[in-house]
């Protein structure tokens, strides 16, 4: 089975851009979480969908934002970034959402905002 | 929420030396613990895992144990090779229902670094 991708790879926007960060799945997984890596932050959870639904939402201000497609594809979006906003940004899938489901991670998006 | 901490940040071994990792949790009702490895610029692969009903688990060189009552898990990879240099993170999923079912809580990770 194809693994997690995730497209773009890389990105560099400016300060008050918005962005779009698309992540296809494992096929037959129905969970997409999205996390953001910083040397700083470690990872943090953003979020994550199941069946089109937000399930989880970590601590991040509303200018994160995701969404699931029926096909379990999954983009985020992030309006007015932040100089802060630059990261890796992962996605990960599992089958469903059971705890002791195994997440698989995704390439990343490198995003820069200058 | 659930907060897990990890322990040392950077870690330096010998080639042929094993290498420990440790990580505490604190909510009981976490229990799925995995690891994660995570080479320079690639995304991070699961290495093992550990349900909460087993204490210990092994693959080869790299083993994984759990203290539910301590609530710490640690890390143990032997005859470390410098392949084995990359960031290692330590993770924990809670049982718990609602909106934090399911959700990984990472800790901080550790560079763990092989000499030859």
């Known amino acids: 089975k194809a693994g997690v991708t995730q497209t773009p790879r890389y990105l560099i926007k400016t300060r008050g851009q918005q962005v779009t960060l698309s992540c296809s799945p494992i096929s037959g997984h129905r969970s997409v979480s999205w996390y953001q890596q910083t040397p700083g932050q470690g990872l943090q959870f953003l979020f994550e969908?199941?069946?089109?639904?937000?399930?989880n939402k970590g601590n991040f201000p509303g200018r994160f934002s995701g969404r699931q497609f029926s096909n379990s594809r999954s983009e985020m979006n992030v309006s007015t970034l932040e100089l802060g906003d630059s990261a890796l940004y992962l996605c990960a899938s599992s089958l469903e959402v059971r705890p002791t489901d195994t997440q698989y991670f995704g390439p990343g998006t490198r995003l820069t905002v200058l | 929420g659930e907060n897990v901490e990890q322990h040392p940040s950077t870690l330096s071994v010998q080639e042929g030396d094993s290498a420990v990792i440790k990580c505490t949790y604190s909510?009981?009702?976490?229990?799925?613990f995995p690891w994660y490895k995570q080479e320079l610029g690639k995304r991070p692969q699961l290495i093992i895992d550990?349900?909460?009903?087993?204490g210990e688990k092994k693959d080869q060189r790299i083993a994984v144990t759990l203290n539910k009552t301590a609530k710490h898990f640690s890390l143990h990879i032997t005859e470390t090779q410098p392949e084995d240099s990359a960031v290692y993170f330590c993770?924990?999923?809670?049982?718990?229902?609602?909106?934090?079912?399911?959700?990984?809580?990472f800790g901080r990770g550790t560079q763990l670094t092989v000499w030859p």
């Open positions: 909510d009981s009702a976490s229990n799925y």
């Open positions: 550990i349900r909460s009903n087993v």
């Open positions: 969908y199941f069946s089109e639904t937000q399930r």
């Open positions: 993770a924990a999923s809670t049982g718990r229902r609602g909106s934090t079912l399911g959700r990984l809580y």
